[in-house]
C-alpha cells in the first residue's frame, strides 16, 4: 500500500529525517516508536505533505491498484486519494461544536447520506461523543478531543489512517480504550500508521514496527519482536 524509499526531511538546516526506508502492506497496523526528536512526526507529516523540505519517493497504491507518487503533493490531494491524518495535539477547532468539527473532515465529500452514516460510525466507535455532539470542542477533556481528532480523520473515509501521538497525555484507562479502538478500525478494514511515545501500548497491538533514532531507522521487525529486543527493552519498555 505505502512505500517510502531514501525519505529526508529538513527543516530549515536541520536535517530531521535521514535516508528512511519503510512499506506498509494493506491490513496492517505499522508503527514508528522512538524518543522526542527521532523523527517520528517529521516522516508521518511528510507522508501527509505537510512537510515542504523533503525529499525521497512515497508511493501509494490505493484500492484498486493504482499506485501514485505523492511526494509534492498537497494535502488535500491526500485525502481524496484516500489517507488522513489525527495530528499530535489534536488541533480540533475549539469554538465549533463536536458535529462541525466531525463535519470539516469530511470537507472533500459531498455525499449527505453516506457522510451521515460515516458519523454514526464515530458515534459508535466513540459513544462520548454523540452525548457531546452541541458542545463546543474546547469544553472537551483532553481525552474526548483524543476521540474527536481520530473520529474526524474518519470522516474522509480513509483506507490509511495516520495517527500522530494518539495517547499523549492521556490517563491510562483512556489509553487503553483509544488503542482498543485503534484494533477495532484495522479490524473493520482500515490500514494504521502509527507514530507512539509509548512503546509497549503500540507494539503489543503492530503487526510491524520501525525504531527511529535521531532521523535514522535502527531496528525492524514484527510488533512481537521488537517487544523482546533488549536494546527496545532497555531504551523504551523501562528495561521490563
Known amino acids: 500500500m505505502l512505500e517510502i524509499r531514501d ?21 496492517e497496523i505499522v508503527t514508528l516508536i522512538g524518543a522526542n526528536g527521532a523523527g517520528k512526526s517529521s516522516t508521518i507529516r511528510a507522508i501527509a505533505g505537510l512537510v515542504k523540505g523533503c525529499k525521497g519517493s512515497i508511493e501509494y497504491t490505493d484500492a484498486g491498484g493504482k499506485t501514485v507518487q505523492l511526494a509534492g503533493k498537497q494535502p488535500e490531494v ?13 488541533r ?13 473532515g469530511a470537507y472533500t465529500r459531498s455525499d449527505k447520506k453516506e457522510i451521515a452514516e460515516n458519523m ?3 458515534y459508535s466507535l466513540f459513544p462520548r461523543l454523540r452525548e457531546r455532539r452541541a458542545q463546543k470542542g ?57 507514530v507512539e511515545q509509548n512503546a509497549f501500548a503500540a507494539l503489543r497491538i503492530a503487526h510491524k514496527a520501525y525504531v527511529l533514532e535521531t532521523g535514522d531507522i535502527t531496528l ?16 523504551y519498555l523501562g528495561g521490563a
Do not use: C
Not at 536541520?14 to 494493506?26: D, K
Not at 499523549?168 to 485503534?182: D, H, M, Q, S, T
Open 78 to 90: 491526500m485525502v481524496k486519494l484516500g489517507i488522513a491524518l489525527s495530528p499530535e495535539g489534536r
Open 7 to 27: 525519505l529526508n526531511v529538513w527543516y530549515g538546516g536541520i536535517h530531521a529525517v535521514h535516508g528512511v526506508n519503510l512499506s506498509i502492506r494493506r491490513g
Open 92 to 104: 480540533i477547532l475549539p469554538h465549533l461544536t463536536v458535529e462541525e468539527n466531525l463535519l470539516l
Open 120 to 122: 454514526e460510525y464515530g
Open 138 to 194: 474546547g469544553t472537551l477533556s483532553g481525552g474526548e478531543q483524543q476521540m474527536l481528532a481520530v473520529a474526524r480523520a474518519m470522516m474522509s473515509r480513509p483506507d490509511l489512517l495516520m495517527l500522530d501521538e494518539p495517547s499523549l497525555g492521556l490517563a491510562p484507562i483512556l489509553v487503553e480504550e483509544v488503542f482498543r479502538i485503534i484494533q477495532t478500525i484495522n479490524r473493520e478494514g482500515r490500514t494504521i500508521l502509527l
Open 220 to 235: 525492524e521487525g514484527t510488533g512481537a519482536e521488537l517487544l523482546e529486543n533488549p536494546k527496545v527493552k532497555e531504551a
